[in-house]
């Protein structure tokens, strides 16, 4: 039988694989979107603001720990081009590198 091989954080191999059909797919946190919200909460924290948390997380530990979120995406080979490319984490001459013909969807 077939394993699906699949990764996360979208590094450029793995955007490589999946456009040549050798990897399933990738999970893609978009780093624009990361830093925008992560300079937003150093705002408010370094205005002695305490940022409000989207919700909190039991450790186990006894303590609640505020968690942020942000929506990871799941890039296939159908919208390669309308996430990890549209974005420039990566061009689309790196990512088609190795194959012949890019995948549109």
Same mark, same amino acid.
């Given at each position: ?5 699949v990764g ?21 946190? &978009? $780093?624009?979107? !990361? ?8 705002? /408010?924290?370094?205005?002695g %603001? =305490? &940022? $409000?948390?989207? !919700? ?6 006894g303590?609640? /720990?505020?968690?942020?979120? %942000? =929506? &990871? ?9 309308s996430s990890?490319?549209r974005?420039?984490?990566h ?15």
């Amino acid at each position: 039988g077939k394993v699906a091989v699949v990764g996360q954080d979208a590094d450029i191999g793995s955007c490589q694989k999946i456009a040549e059909g050798t990897q399933l797919m990738t999970v893609y946190k &978009p $780093i624009a979107r !990361l830093a925008a919200r992560a300079a937003e909460l150093a705002v /408010i924290i370094a205005n002695g %603001e =305490e &940022p $409000i948390p989207d !919700l909190y997380v039991d450790n186990r530990s006894g303590s609640m /720990i505020p968690f942020f979120m %942000e =929506e &990871p995406k799941s890039v296939f080979r159908n919208n390669l081009d309308s996430s990890v490319i549209r974005d420039g984490f990566h061009s689309a001459e790196d990512v088609y590198r190795n194959s012949p013909t890019p995948v549109k969807k």
